[in-house]
C-alpha cells in the first residue's frame, strides 16, 4: 500500500504562482511512477504531469506544457508541481498519483494504482 498526501493548495489570481506537494508513505512508495491530475467542477479528472520512479523522464499535458514543472525529491519521497503563469481554467482539485507503470498516466486515471484525497487550486481573474 502506498499513501499520498497532497499540501500547497489555495486561492490565487491569474498570474501567479503556487507549489504543490506530494508526500508518499509505504513500504515500496519510493519504486513508483508519480504524477499529477486534475478535476475541475462537472468534467472529467485529467493528466496534469507525471515523473518517472527515476526522476529521468518527465512529461505534461499539453495545457500546462510551459508553464508547469514536476520534480521529487528521493530522500523525502516527496513530489512536487510548481505551477507558474496560472490561469483561471486551471482551476480544480489537483490529485497526487502513484503508478507501476508510467505509460499508464497517458492511458486514463482508471488504472492508475493509487490516489491522494486531492487538494483544491483556485485561480481568480
Known amino acids: 500500500q502506498v499513501q499520498l498526501v497532497e499540501s500547497g493548495g489555495g486561492l490565487v489570481q491569474a498570474g501567479g504562482s503556487l507549489r504543490l506537494s506530494c508526500a508518499a508513505t509505504?513500504?515500496?512508495?519510493?519504486?513508483?511512477?508519480m504524477g499529477w491530475f486534475r478535476q475541475a467542477p462537472g468534467k472529467e479528472r485529467e493528466f496534469v504531469a507525471a515523473?518517472?520512479?527515476?526522476?529521468?523522464?518527465?512529461g505534461y499535458a499539453d495545457s500546462v506544457k510551459g508553464r508547469f514543472t514536476i520534480t521529487k525529491d528521493n530522500a523525502k519521497n516527496t513530489v512536487y508541481l510548481q505551477m507558474n503563469s496560472l490561469k483561471p481554467e486551471d482551476t480544480a482539485v489537483y490529485y497526487c498519483?502513484?503508478?507501476?507503470?508510467?505509460?499508464?498516466?497517458?492511458?486514463?486515471?482508471?488504472?492508475?494504482?493509487?490516489w491522494g484525497k486531492g487538494t483544491l487550486v483556485t485561480v481568480s481573474s
Open positions: 498519483a502513484a503508478d507501476h507503470d508510467y505509460s499508464d498516466y497517458r492511458r486514463s486515471p482508471q488504472v492508475i494504482d493509487y
Open positions: 509505504g513500504r515500496t512508495s519510493s519504486s513508483y511512477n
Open positions: 515523473i518517472s520512479w527515476s526522476g529521468v523522464s518527465t
